[in-house]
């Protein structure tokens, strides 16, 4: 399919550990990026490739692939992680770009 | 300073155009591709169209596909979108986005490292 496929909206307690998930066909193939969107404000790239971090983002956020699903895991959420949460790829024809539906995180 | 500055958005009639222009600064704007993303209000990212480093391709989505072109002028460090036959579901705030490319032990990928602040575009019907 030529679709990312994620979770509308997940919570978390402050401190805790969660997980935001992206499903997709293209994710055997391709890595998937991950973007963070407060609102009023332009997404920031926060992973990339197989789990890299821009300078500047803090290393509680980090990711992983296996098969068809990609992971964003954010180890101690703080209250400044509250967001939306995008992960993208290439199609599996490399010919267009692809963004999942995005993930509203609640930081409890 | 890096940045990305779109201009080019406002009000526009249904079945009008619109042209968007992003001024890139801070880096050497022929070395990388660059894209349109877009977000209707309330909604998620919708990828819209891009552009190779020296302007020979381009590739869009379906559902502008007929309607928009996409170009550069390396000279003037500036990217544009041209959308025509404008649609209401067009409305949406409108970001320029660049495409960093890495390589990492055998395997080459790449990311939007660098977003607009996004200009936004309203279709009236």
């Known amino acids: 399919s030529s679709e990312l496929t994620q979770d509308p909206a997940v919570s978390v307690a402050l401190g805790q550990t969660v997980t935001i998930t992206c499903q997709g066909d293209?994710?055997?193939?391709?890595?998937a990026s991950w973007y963070q969107q407060k609102p009023g404000q332009a997404p920031v790239l926060v992973i990339f490739?197989?789990?890299h971090r821009p300078s500047g983002i803090p290393d509680r956020f980090s990711g992983s692939s296996s098969g068809t699903t990609a992971s964003l895991t954010i180890t101690g959420a703080q209250a400044e992680d509250e967001a939306d949460y995008f992960c993208?790829?290439?199609?599996?024809?490399?010919?267009?770009?692809?963004f999942g539906g995005g993930t509203k995180l609640t930081v409890l | 300073e890096v940045r990305l500055v779109e201009s080019g958005g406002g009000l526009l009639p249904a079945g009008g155009s619109l042209r968007l222009s992003c001024a890139a600064s801070?880096?050497?704007?022929?070395?990388?591709?660059m894209h349109w993303v877009r977000q209707a209000p309330g909604k998620g990212l919708v990828w819209v169209s891009r552009i190779n480093s020296d302007g020979s391709r381009t590739n869009s989505a379906d559902s502008v596909k007929d309607r928009c072109a996409t170009s550069r002028d390396n000279a003037r460090n500036t990217l544009y979108l041209q959308v025509n036959s404008l649609r209401v579901e067009d409305t949406a705030v409108y970001y320029c986005?660049?495409?960093?490319?890495?390589?990492?032990?055998?395997?080459?990928?790449?990311?939007?490292?660098?977003w607009g602040q996004g200009t936004m575009v309203t279709v009236s019907s």
């Open positions: 490739g197989k789990s």
């Open positions: 293209s994710l055997r193939t391709y890595y």
């Open positions: 993208n790829s290439q199609d599996s024809s490399a010919n267009h770009v692809l």
């Open positions: 801070g880096f050497t704007f022929s070395n990388y591709w």
């Open positions: 986005v660049r495409l960093r490319s890495y390589y990492d032990r055998g395997v080459y990928f790449d990311a939007f490292d660098l």
